[in-house]
């Protein structure tokens, strides 16, 4: 296992903003202690965020002149950005190898569509590393499994009708960003009832992995958000600390090379579930 981290992701902060160093910066010092392995991320270039998204949005991000509220520019968010989408490459890249990679950067990823960023997000990560895998290998099928509490709306833009890839999501609804209520072509939606509890959580991630089984997928990315847990600020779900060691474990069922990429998880406890999650993975 690798987890892959550059101290740049924990160098940027917009002031009051929920998606801060902290979750990057205390979750490293946190696995540090495990004994886990880190790896510094390669930065991605230009032509691998064209594999997911339009010139037109890499040079809105690139001029660092943007007003979105959720998603402000900030000095270098081009190269942030860049570096994030590189960090989830290379996670990939050790799945294509059978070996786990978790990818502890920011800013996040899967609120940005083809051509749109949001959501604190301004290039999708997994879309990304996914294209990427696809550049590679034609033919191999890759599924995307999204347990962030928000649904996934930007990887489903641009995976939508892609029969290469399965896009499978569990989120609330009603919550932002109003979309996936249900489910269309390869994009499989799963939404929860605010209060959703484990037990319920765990039924439904159990059906959603049953269609990433039945896919056979060679490679499942993972959009690892953990504001699922009922400490979260953003959400109402009442997942607990151990629920993601369990969540990893059912995960782990799944037959294929595995990577995971940081999403949302916007708790002071962020780093006890990462620790947690990365705890119940089984290679
Ligand atoms: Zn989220």
Request: glycine content about 8%; aromatic content about 10%; charged content about 25%.
């Amino acid at each position: 296992m690798k987890i892959i981290y550059s101290e740049k992701a924990a160098e940027y902060n917009i002031p009051g903003h929920p998606e801060a160093p902290f979750r990057v910066l205390k979750t490293k010092e946190f696995l540090k202690k495990t004994g886990v392995k880190f790896v510094v991320p390669n930065k991605a270039k230009e032509k691998d965020i064209l594999l997911a998204h339009t010139e037109e949005l890499l040079n809105l991000v690139k001029s660092e002149n943007f007003f979105d509220a959720d998603t402000p520019s900030f000095k270098d968010v081009y190269e942030n950005a860049l570096l994030s989408a590189g960090s989830a490459i290379d996670a990939s890249d050790y799945a294509m190898k059978n070996e786990f990679a978790f990818s502890l950067m920011r800013p996040p990823g899967h609120h940005a569509g083809r051509n749109s960023l949001g959501g604190f997000c301004y290039f999708n990560n997994i879309a990304v590393a996914v294209k990427h895998l696809i550049s590679q290998s034609p033919n191999c099928p890759i599924a995307i499994l999204d347990i962030d509490v928000h649904h996934g709306n930007g990887t489903q833009d641009i995976f939508l009708g892609d029969e290469q890839v399965l896009f499978v999501s569990l989120h609330q609804v009603p919550l932002y960003p109003g979309t996936g209520q249900s489910s269309e072509k390869n994009c499989f939606n799963f939404p929860l009832s605010p209060g959703t509890d484990e037990t319920s959580y765990l039924k439904t991630l159990d059906t959603a992995i049953e269609k990433i089984i039945k896919f056979s997928p060679k490679v499942v990315g993972i959009s690892a958000g953990f504001d699922t847990y009922e400490g979260d600020p953003l959400a109402n779900l009442q997942l607990k600390k151990n629920s993601y060691k369990k969540i990893a474990k059912k995960i782990s069922e799944i037959k294929a090379g595995k990577f995971a990429v940081l999403e949302g998880g916007y708790s002071r406890d962020l780093p006890e579930l990462i620790g947690n999650f990365l705890e119940g993975i089984e290679q």
